[in-house]
């Protein structure tokens, strides 16, 4: 029986291995986490709405009924194509450590993710924490709620000021989220809390090196945004561009924000995996695929989601997680396709729209004809991330969340975790 190993548990490969389902076949998925992570609800982790329980489903229980199924937890850390193998880490949990510790493949799908980039800075890193895992959510949550608590006891007024502004690099759905989430945080959540600060007074900063936030949203529904930006008091600023990031802040051009917290939500790089298999790769570190999804010249190989780079009608394929399901399956269908003998099918990507909520009843949606924004936005928003998050309980303790932030309008998981106490400056 062919054996396909599938690296990754992220979108991209759990839609692969769940597409393999009736097929005549082993499948062996890998992934550094024993978790399937939904990564569009990450940034309420990292908001204090929900709790990483919320946004993460084991998989082995996603998976339980697929005996075909088995769920390997180690980090995957070169491929050997010339021999058909993954070559593993040394030890389970993922040391990171050269092995020759290795699992064989007939065929292999490769939705290894990516990680954040910061456009040849990787020094900034350190100061301006990403949201791609469940690490970083909390060590934004961690961030942001210590900035107002150092603030609470800080008696310099310029210090205070520099405690309390929050800087986003990025006007992206991501950053978009962010910002209208630390508005509500510091306009609505905390507005009681302290007694030496103004909670609501703090400053909150949208930094997007292009002409608009959300540029690929339509204009009109790219104007709502940004208005409704404004109204929560978030600044946004457009054709800015970050030169430099410190533990003092941000340099934009010539000017110094001083800002205890910057968040990054700029860009993002292919995991460093699909280098070591020697074909041609983009700027991103995504491999240049075929149509079928296939690896130029290693047909037993394919790729999916955020290490494929893909081009349909003139324009590359977004980094989404419409993009990594869609993918994902059907690399697993043009696999079954190679098993039988027949010809391989061209992936062709069906656009289902765009979102983004910006705050409590207000959200923009793109989806087909479909072109709106406020209050009813915002219900479709709900609706289409509840249907597609993984696990009955996670959408009855994320619909139960939601619905008392929605009444109350407080956030339950501002908690403080980890070792050390204050930021480091």
């Known amino acids: 029986m062919p054996h396909v190993v599938v690296v990754g548990g992220g979108f991209g490969g759990l839609h692969a291995a769940r597409a393999l389902a009736r097929a005549p076949v082993r499948v062996t998925l890998v992934d550094r986490h024993n978790y399937h992570l939904f990564q569009p609800l990450l940034y309420q982790v990292a908001t204090a709405s929900l709790s990483p329980g919320d946004v993460a489903s084991p998989i082995r229980w996603v998976l339980r009924k697929q005996p075909n199924v088995t769920v390997l937890l180690a980090d995957a850390q070169r491929i050997d194509a010339a021999t058909r193998r993954v070559l593993l880490s040394s030890g389970p949990t993922g040391d990171g450590a050269q092995s020759d510790r290795g699992i064989a493949y007939d065929y292999l799908i490769l939705a290894s993710g990516a990680a954040h980039a910061y456009f040849g800075h990787p020094e900034w890193a350190s100061r ?43 006007g992206g759905p991501t950053g978009v989220e962010l910002a209208g989430a630390l508005a509500e945080i510091a306009r609505q959540s905390l507005r009681k809390d302290f007694r030496n600060i103004r909670p609501e007074s703090a400053r909150i900063l949208l930094l997007e090196g292009g002409p608009h936030v959300l540029g690929t949203f339509p204009e009109k529904l790219r104007g709502q945004a940004h208005e409704a930006l404004t109204r929560l008091g978030v600044e946004v600023r457009t054709s800015t561009v970050v030169t430099s990031v410190d533990t003092e802040g941000v340099m934009v051009g010539g000017e110094r924000i001083a800002a205890q917290t910057v968040l990054w939500a700029a860009g993002v790089a292919a995991s460093p995996l699909p280098r070591s298999l020697g074909v041609p790769l983009d700027r991103a570190g995504r491999v240049i695929a075929e149509r079928t999804l296939a690896i130029p010249g290693r047909p037993e190989i394919f790729v999916a989601g955020d290490i494929c780079s893909l081009q349909q009608d003139g324009r590359p394929l977004p980094g989404v997680a419409q993009v990594a399901m869609q993918q994902g399956a059907h690399a697993a269908r043009n696999v079954i396709r190679a098993i039988r003998g027949e010809a391989l099918e061209p992936f062709r990507y069906r656009d289902y729209g765009n979102m983004a909520v910006i705050g409590r009843g207000s959200a923009v949606a793109d989806i087909g004809p479909l072109r709106t924004s406020g209050f009813f936005a915002w219900l479709i928003w709900i609706f289409l991330h509840i249907f597609w998050l993984v696990g009955f309980r996670n959408r009855f303790a994320v619909m139960g969340e939601w619905a008392w932030a929605y009444l109350t309008l407080q956030r339950r998981v501002r908690l403080i975790t980890g070792e050390r106490l204050w930021p480091s400056s």
């Open 128 to 170: 301006a924490p990403g949201l791609k895992t469940l690490d970083d959510a909390l060590e934004v949550r961690r961030q942001v709620l210590l900035a107002f608590e150092a603030a609470e006891q800080e008696t310099d007024s310029a210090a205070q000021r520099r405690l309390l502004t929050f800087v986003i690099v990025g």
